[in-house]
Each structure stands twice: as structure tokens, then as C-alpha cells.
């Protein structure tokens, strides 16, 4: 934790750094904003005056800059100021005006750091001295446009960003896995394997996905639904859009109120495109009469819901406007939870066995608290206590390595977050589980107990994947396009060598698609050499070459994208060697 406290401190430090190289490099006339720590690094946001531009190229000398600065071994000194010396000493820096208004207004101390001749205002921390810095374990790494305080009503500002750590090996690793991810960037590989495209004239945020992306978004539903079948999931279906009453009566337009796509109906009726489709679950289950003997009832459902996300937020797949969830609920009683539960826990781990992430090191679950603050969350105090006691006691069955996280639940309960750490060592938080006493009691659900007393059920959220979009983004960079053999929209590739090898390479062909094995056949004028080099390309888990030896012994030789050549085979060994 103390090595945290101090990397805090150097980065916190290299952004008063980077904002004094700034205005001696490129303009002294720059309006600074504001220069916070950020993960892994920090960054520091400029405007700069009319006529005046900075380019990657820029990004060298101001690096050097502050290498120089370091070595002066300037001190960082703290000062509390007067609201009136706070105004004059930044009175011509319009954004540090607006941050004195805001800190003033909050009734918080304003404080300045100076170093040199620079002063900035800030609460700190900070290194007592630049020798405290090690000047080869950081860097300047990019710029990148941003609006002040990320309202797209403001300004646009120019944001510059650094990386920086205690010692140059740690620079060195951090460096050496940004150019692995960018080569796993899932927005690059998309393109590359034909996956999903976006059109400007549809929209940012908005994904279109062909048809091999299609197919890998069925197949992870389909492998879902296989596993949770057995617990008796019933798929259902309900509209895009609903009244805003909905999500009034549920408590998410008040929370939600800025996220949501409104729309006008012809009648003064106000629509809103859905964000979540837990309200309009509740619907169904409010729908009829419901005794004790239909509980559990268990819906799922694949569909989109859709947020208006700010444009500068928008990433690939991560973060976008329209969001597929594979969405579960349960309606049970408060006996009936522990056993659900547990029932969802089993599809969680089997279907991250079937990726490979399932292992001790590389999850972990977060057991999402209510937020000390009470306005945070609805609902009564005593369903929370219980509901929190309910998700720990399943934590520690399950032998989970668990941490509890305080103000990280859903305003409606808690949560079981599951935390996977993708082939580069990053975290996701994808499979949910969340327990509800809130929202069956706003809609007023009801079923009728064994001794005929109404009731209200317990309600569980689950999602295995979370938003589809994104778990897609994550699996594509942590498998770098190359999925098990199961995910993969493509399985086999048949590559016949010449023209003669064309019809057995067709009955092969046939073959595979009769065992529902997925299999492209190229037929191609292409030399070999080039068929192969696409079929590595595309991530095939298998290509089967086929020439004059292989047609007439009606054999096929076989080589594996993980393995590397496997051999000769017939078509019914392959099949039983790899698809059995």
C-alpha cells in the first residue's frame, strides 16, 4: 500500500512536470486545467491560444524537459491560500477560476503547490523533492482531444498523457504490454476477422456486426442457454421502448434520468428506448396470479438496451450506445435464493471453464456493498442487511476469494461481481449477481404462500456475460482473435491444392458440414503458400491441405493453428480426433 501512496505521489508529481514543460515548449500563453493521477499514469488538459498546435512530435522535447527539470531536484512546496490570493494569483487561468468557485462552494481549503517558479493550485499529494522521481520510469505517451470536465457542451481541451512507475524495468514491462495489446486491440482485429463495422451514418457507439460476428454472438448465447437449461430459464421477449412511468415506479429515472433515449409519441406520451429490461420483467411475472407452487420463475432473455453514452466515451465494442445483455431473472422465495443462487453460480464457472479463465489466479469475486451514504440507495436497511449477509454466506461456501467493496451495488441490492483477468493480466468485471428486495416491492409483486397470505417474492439479477459488446471486446484481445475451437465462426478451412483437387476437396467439404462442423472451402486460384497464410490469418483452429496423394488415398493432411501439423488423416479420424 505504501508503494501505491509514493507511485501516487511521482505521478501526481511528473503532472505539475509535464504542465511546466508545456508552457516552456510549446506555449506560455496555455490555459491549464486540471493534471490528476490516472491509472498507470497521468495526464494533464491544456487550451492552447488560437494559432498555436502540438503534434506526437512535440511529445520528445517536452519529455525531455521534464527529465531536466527532475534533475534540478526542485522541490514541491504546499501553501494554504485566501480565497482573494487564490483569484489573483489565477486570474488569468479561467479553468483554475472555475475550480476556486467549485472548492469555495464545497467549504474545502484551497491550496496551491509551487515548484519553481510554477504554481498550481491542488490539494496534493506530492514528492517532497523531483530527486525523488526516477527519470528513466516514466514517459510521455500521447495526446488525445477532451472536452472540460467531459461535457461535450464545453470547450475541447488538449489532453496530454504519461505513464510513469517507481523503477525503468516496471516502465519497460508496462511498455512492452501496450504494444501486445495493441496488436490483440479487438477494434483492429474486428476488422481484420470480419466481425463487427460501424457507419457513420448510423451513428458512434452503434455496432454492426456481419455475419462471422453474428455467429460468435450465437454461439456464446447458445452455450449460456445450454448450461442454464437444466435450472428451468424460460426465454421471453418485451419492446424496445416503454412509458417513463416504468422506470419512474422502479426507481431508475431518477438514478438513470441523463442516460436515457427519449422519444415522442404522436399523443404527448413520453417514451424512453429502454436502458435495463429488469422493469419489464416484473411485468410478466405481475402479469397473473402466482401462488408459492410457480416460485422460483426463472426468465431469460437476449436483447438490446440502449444508453446515450458521451461521444468522447465510446470505445470499439467496450463502451457503446447499444448494449445486448444476457439478461436473467428470478423471482423466489426468500428460502428458494441461497439454492438459485448456487444454480448460477454453476453456469458462471462452467462457461468460463469452456474459455479457460476459470482459474484460482485469474478471478476473483467482488461482494458489492451498499454506499454508506443513504440517498445512494432504496429501500429498507434490514432487506439490505439481510441480502448482503445472504451473498457473503454464499461467498464463503463457495470458498470464493472474495473482497468486500462498499458502494459498488446496484441501488436496488447487492452484488456478486466477477472479476476475470484477460490473457494480458488486465481485470473485467463480467458475470453478475444481484439480489433484490427492492424492486418487487415498488411494483408491489405478490404471490399467495402455502397458508394463502400474499407475499413478495425475492427478485435475482443475473447476467453470464454482461453486455455481450463488451465481453466480445474483451475475449477477442484476450485470445487475440484465436478462439477455441467451439467459439470459432470458422472451424476448418479445406484448402485444395489445384484444380484436380477440387471435387474431393467439396466432398470433404460436405462431409464436415454434415457433422455440423463449420468449415469454409477455398477455391481460390490463390497458390498455396497464399491459401495458408490467409487461413493463419484468419485464426482458423484447423486447415486441411488436400493434393494428388490425399485425393487419391482419400486421405486429408491436417495442420493446427495451436498444434502445428498433425498429419495425415481420414475425414472420419479428423473428426473423431477434434469434434467427438
Given at each position: 500500500?505504501?508503494?501505491?501512496?509514493n507511485?501516487?505521489?511521482?505521478?501526481?508529481?511528473?503532472?505539475?512536470?509535464?504542465?511546466?514543460?508545456?508552457?516552456?515548449?510549446?506555449?506560455?500563453?496555455?490555459?491549464?486545467?486540471?493534471?490528476?493521477?490516472?491509472?498507470?499514469?497521468?495526464y494533464?488538459?491544456?487550451?492552447?491560444?488560437?494559432?498555436?498546435?502540438?503534434?506526437?512530435?512535440d511529445?520528445?522535447?517536452?519529455q525531455?524537459?521534464?527529465?531536466?527539470?527532475?534533475?534540478?531536484?526542485l522541490?514541491?512546496?504546499?501553501?494554504?491560500?485566501?480565497?482573494?490570493?487564490?483569484?489573483e494569483?489565477?486570474?488569468?487561468?479561467?479553468y483554475?477560476?472555475?475550480?476556486?468557485?467549485?472548492?469555495i462552494?464545497?467549504?474545502?481549503?484551497?491550496?496551491?503547490?509551487?515548484?519553481?517558479?510554477?504554481?498550481?493550485?491542488?490539494?496534493g499529494?506530492?514528492?517532497?523533492n523531483?530527486?525523488?522521481?526516477?527519470?528513466?520510469?516514466?514517459?510521455?505517451?500521447?495526446?488525445?482531444?477532451a472536452?472540460?470536465r467531459?461535457?461535450?457542451?464545453?470547450?475541447?481541451?488538449?489532453?496530454?498523457?504519461?505513464?510513469?512507475?517507481?523503477k525503468?524495468?516496471?516502465?519497460?514491462?508496462?511498455?512492452?504490454?501496450?504494444?501486445?495489446a495493441?496488436?490483440?486491440?479487438?477494434?483492429?482485429?474486428?476488422?481484420?476477422?470480419?466481425?463487427?463495422?460501424?457507419?457513420?451514418?448510423?451513428?458512434?457507439?452503434?455496432p454492426?456486426?456481419?455475419p462471422?460476428?453474428?455467429?460468435?454472438?450465437?454461439?456464446?448465447?447458445?452455450?449460456?442457454?445450454?448450461?442454464?437449461?437444466?435450472?428451468?430459464y424460460?426465454?421471453?421477449?418485451i419492446?424496445?421502448?416503454?412509458?417513463?412511468?416504468?422506470?419512474?415506479?422502479?426507481?431508475?429515472?431518477?438514478?438513470?434520468?441523463?442516460?436515457?433515449?427519449?422519444?415522442?409519441?404522436?399523443?404527448?406520451?413520453?417514451?424512453?428506448?429502454?436502458?435495463?429490461?429488469?422493469?419489464?420483467?416484473?411485468?410478466?411475472?405481475?402479469?397473473?396470479?402466482?401462488?408459492?407452487?410457480?416460485?422460483?420463475?426463472?426468465?431469460?432473455?437476449?436483447?438490446?438496451?440502449?444508453?446515450?453514452?458521451?461521444?468522447?466515451?465510446?470505445?470499439?465494442?467496450?463502451?457503446?450506445?447499444?448494449?445486448?445483455?444476457?439478461?436473467?431473472?428470478?423471482?423466489?422465495?426468500?428460502?428458494?435464493t441461497?439454492?438459485?443462487?448456487e444454480?448460477i453460480?454453476?453456469?458462471?464457472?462452467?462457461?468460463?471453464?469452456?474459455?479457460?479463465?476459470?482459474?484460482?489466479?485469474?478471478f476473483?469475486?467482488?461482494l458489492?456493498?451498499?454506499?454508506?451514504?443513504?440517498?445512494?440507495?432504496?429501500g429498507?436497511?434490514?432487506?439490505w442487511?439481510?441480502?448482503?449477509?445472504?451473498l457473503?454466506?454464499?461467498?464463503?461456501?463457495?470458498?470464493?476469494?472474495?473482497?468486500?467493496?462498499?458502494?459498488?451495488?446496484?441501488?436496488?441490492?447487492?452484488?456478486?461481481?466477477?472479476?476475470?483477468?484477460?490473457?494480458?493480466?488486465?481485470?473485467w468485471?463480467?458475470?453478475?449477481?444481484?439480489l433484490?428486495?427492492?424492486?418487487?416491492?415498488?411494483f408491489?409483486?405478490a404471490?399467495?404462500?402455502?397458508?394463502?397470505?400474499?407475499?413478495?417474492?425475492?427478485?435475482?439479477?443475473?447476467?453470464?456475460?454482461?453486455s455481450?459488446?463488451?465481453?466480445?471486446?474483451?475475449?477477442?484481445?484476450?485470445?487475440?482473435?484465436?478462439?477455441?475451437?467451439?467459439?470459432?465462426?470458422?472451424?476448418?478451412?479445406?484448402?485444395?491444392?489445384?484444380?484436380?483437387?477440387?471435387?474431393?476437396?467439396?466432398?470433404?467439404?460436405?462431409?464436415?458440414?454434415?457433422?455440423?462442423?463449420?468449415?469454409?472451402?477455398?477455391?481460390?486460384?490463390?497458390?498455396?503458400?497464399?491459401?495458408?497464410?490467409q487461413?493463419?490469418?484468419?485464426?482458423?483452429?484447423?486447415f486441411?491441405?488436400?493434393?494428388?496423394?490425399?485425393?487419391?488415398?482419400?486421405t486429408?493432411?491436417?495442420?493446427?493453428?495451436?498444434k502445428?501439423?498433425?498429419?495425415?488423416?481420414?475425414?472420419?479420424?479428423?473428426?473423431?480426433?477434434?469434434?467427438?
Amino acid at each position: 500500500m505504501e508503494k501505491e501512496k509514493n507511485l501516487y505521489k511521482i505521478r501526481h508529481s511528473l503532472a505539475h512536470l509535464l504542465a511546466i514543460a508545456v508552457l516552456k515548449e510549446v506555449s506560455k500563453e496555455a490555459k491549464i486545467a486540471i493534471g490528476p493521477v490516472v491509472e498507470d499514469g497521468f495526464y494533464y488538459d491544456f487550451e492552447f491560444p488560437e494559432g498555436v498546435s502540438i503534434s506526437d512530435k512535440d511529445l520528445k522535447n517536452i519529455q525531455k524537459t521534464i527529465k531536466k527539470l527532475i534533475s534540478k531536484k526542485l522541490d514541491f512546496k504546499r501553501k494554504e491560500i485566501s480565497e482573494k490570493e487564490a483569484r489573483e494569483l489565477f486570474s488569468d487561468q479561467p479553468y483554475k477560476l472555475e475550480l476556486i468557485d467549485e472548492i469555495i462552494k464545497n467549504g474545502k481549503t484551497l491550496s496551491v503547490y509551487q515548484t519553481g517558479d510554477f504554481i498550481d493550485l491542488c490539494e496534493g499529494p506530492h514528492v517532497k523533492n523531483t530527486s525523488e522521481i526516477n527519470a528513466d520510469a516514466f514517459k510521455i505517451t500521447k495526446l488525445a482531444g477532451a472536452y472540460w470536465r467531459g461535457d461535450e457542451k464545453n470547450k475541447m481541451l488538449t489532453r496530454i498523457y504519461g505513464v510513469a512507475f517507481e523503477k525503468k524495468e516496471e516502465l519497460d514491462q508496462y511498455l512492452k504490454m501496450q504494444e501486445e495489446a495493441k496488436k490483440r486491440d479487438h477494434r483492429k482485429l474486428g476488422k481484420e476477422l470480419d466481425l463487427f463495422t460501424f457507419s457513420d451514418l448510423i451513428g458512434p457507439g452503434l455496432p454492426l456486426f456481419t455475419p462471422k460476428g453474428t455467429l460468435l454472438r450465437d454461439l456464446i448465447m447458445e452455450k449460456i442457454n445450454s448450461l442454464q437449461k437444466e435450472f428451468g430459464y424460460q426465454k421471453v421477449t418485451i419492446p424496445h421502448i416503454t412509458k417513463k412511468e416504468l422506470y419512474e415506479t422502479s426507481g431508475h429515472w431518477e438514478k438513470f434520468g441523463d442516460e436515457l433515449f427519449k422519444v415522442a409519441g404522436k399523443q404527448n406520451t413520453e417514451f424512453v428506448l429502454k436502458p435495463m429490461n429488469c422493469p419489464h420483467h416484473t411485468q410478466i411475472f405481475a402479469s397473473k396470479k402466482r401462488s408459492y407452487k410457480d416460485l422460483p420463475t426463472r426468465y431469460t432473455e437476449a436483447t438490446m438496451v440502449y444508453r446515450d453514452e458521451k461521444a468522447g466515451e465510446l470505445l470499439g465494442l467496450s463502451r457503446v450506445r447499444s448494449i445486448t445483455q444476457d439478461d436473467g431473472h428470478v423471482f423466489c422465495t426468500i428460502e428458494q435464493t441461497e439454492k438459485e443462487i448456487e444454480n448460477i453460480i454453476y453456469v458462471i464457472k462452467e462457461f468460463y471453464k469452456s474459455l479457460d479463465m476459470l482459474k484460482d489466479d485469474s478471478f476473483w469475486v467482488s461482494l458489492s456493498l451498499r454506499d454508506s451514504e443513504k440517498d445512494k440507495w432504496l429501500g429498507d436497511e434490514k432487506n439490505w442487511e439481510k441480502a448482503e449477509r445472504i451473498l457473503e454466506n454464499i461467498a464463503k461456501k463457495e470458498r470464493f476469494n472474495y473482497k468486500k467493496i462498499e458502494g459498488e451495488a446496484a441501488f436496488y441490492g447487492p452484488k456478486l461481481d466477477f472479476m476475470f483477468k484477460d490473457a494480458l493480466g488486465r481485470e473485467w468485471q463480467l458475470a453478475t449477481i444481484q439480489l433484490d428486495f427492492v424492486m418487487p416491492e415498488r411494483f408491489s409483486l405478490a404471490y399467495t404462500d402455502k397458508d394463502g397470505i400474499q407475499k413478495t417474492p425475492v427478485m435475482i439479477h443475473r447476467a453470464i456475460a454482461g453486455s455481450l459488446e463488451r465481453f466480445l471486446s474483451v475475449i477477442i484481445e484476450h485470445f487475440a482473435g484465436a478462439f477455441p475451437v467451439w467459439l470459432s465462426p470458422v472451424q476448418v478451412k479445406i484448402l485444395p491444392i489445384a484444380e484436380a483437387h477440387k471435387k474431393y476437396a467439396k466432398e470433404v467439404f460436405d462431409t464436415l458440414k454434415e457433422k455440423g462442423i463449420r468449415a469454409e472451402l477455398d477455391t481460390s486460384d490463390e497458390s498455396l503458400g497464399k491459401k495458408i497464410r490467409q487461413a493463419k490469418l484468419d485464426k482458423v483452429p484447423f486447415f486441411l491441405v488436400l493434393g494428388d496423394k490425399e485425393t487419391e488415398k482419400k486421405t486429408i493432411m491436417v495442420e493446427s493453428r495451436d498444434k502445428g501439423k498433425v498429419g495425415e488423416k481420414t475425414t472420419e479420424e479428423f473428426i473423431n480426433l477434434f469434434f467427438q
